[in-house]
């Protein structure tokens, strides 16, 4: 392994410090990767959680990786967050966690998602990070820090992941596909490489994306209004409303704050570009006001119908 994260691109800083830690030998009990969907956490973790088990840093094919390449490392455990984290699941990996390792000097509990934790499976969490095993390491991930309790991110050392690029997302793409495919599709997701991989894997779920895309221009559009109403209405029966909503409010932010990177395709493709800054402005205060009052269950629906009646002034 004499070239620790190699396979990794746009995260120098992430990967400096965890190499740092591993050269040292200096391990914390508890990580906390943090960045948006998306942007490669769970694999960077995963490569991190490798590297402590193999303890072996001129091999790649040492007995350690192998069984952890296949899945079936003894001192690997995983729990994965996508469908919410109970406090049974902690239980049982907590057990395991607590036992001593069986193939390497520590052992490793990865667990994703860690924001979709109920709060009883964060407090089980939390005794452990509290009274950690001296041979152990947890890792968990989230897309924020905010949506964690304080007692657990005050306990974790931060590993901040940044957007990638879109010129690293190509490097890594063009490894695994045609680079037709990767141009074709990156700009519509072009901050999550795990969805572009998604929608270059599946045309359904490509062709659904698109659709999305079209759509969201359309409300932004000098579309008939009575066509605009028809498109809310299909999405909020298909229960998707939010999707839509959340492609036009990247949009309109992106472009506020000029924060649009290279190739971002998904901006140009939505908003107008005779849209005034003026329109960016209030569209943005719409969309905050909105999020807002979703914490108090008001209809989407109407919320975002009444933001496209006030945005015809500006069409």
């Known amino acids: 392994m004499s070239a620790l994260f190699s396979q990794v691109k746009g995260q120098k800083r992430a990967v400096n410090i965890l190499k740092s830690h591993l050269a040292s030998g200096e391990l914390s009990h508890a ?89 009883e499976a964060a407090n089980a969490i939390l005794k452990t990070l509290e009274e950690p095993p001296t041979d152990s390491t947890i890792i968990l991930t989230s897309t924020s820090e905010k949506k964690l309790p304080e007692t657990i991110i005050s306990r974790t050392q931060h590993i901040k992941l940044r957007k990638l690029l879109n010129a690293d997302m190509k490097e890594i793409l063009r490894k695994e596909f045609d680079e037709r495919e990767v141009e074709k599709v990156l700009g519509l997701a072009p901050d999550n490489i795990g969805e572009v991989k998604t929608l270059i894997l599946d045309g359904a779920k490509l062709g659904e994306k698109e659709k999305d895309i079209s759509d969201a221009r359309k409300l932004l559009s000098e579309a008939d209004l009575i ?58 205060k719409k969309i905050l006001k909105i999020y807002r009052d979703l914490n108090y269950n008001v209809s989407l629906r109407i919320a975002i119908e009444e933001m496209v009646l006030e945005d015809l002034q500006y069409v």
């Open 31 to 119: 990580y906390l990767f943090l960045g948006t969907e998306g942007v490669g956490k769970e694999y960077l973790a995963r490569l991190f959680a490798r590297y402590i088990l193999c303890g072996n840093k001129k091999e790649d094919e040492c007995e350690s990786c192998k069984r952890f390449l296949k899945s079936a490392h003894p001192d690997f455990n995983y729990l994965d967050g996508s469908e919410g984290i109970k406090i049974e699941d902690v239980r049982e990996i907590i057990e395991s966690i607590n036992l001593s390792p069986v193939a390497s000097k520590r052992k490793v509990l990865l667990v994703t998602k860690a924001e979709k934790m109920t709060g």
């Open 227 to 284: 066509d605009k109403f028809k498109i809310i209405e299909e999405y909020e029966k298909k229960k998707r409303l939010k999707t839509l909503f959340d492609i036009i409010a990247k949009a309109v932010f992106a472009g506020i704050y000029s924060q649009v990177l290279e190739g971002d395709d998904i901006v140009i493709k939505i908003v107008p570009e005779s849209m005034s800054l003026e329109r960016r402005i209030n569209l943005a």
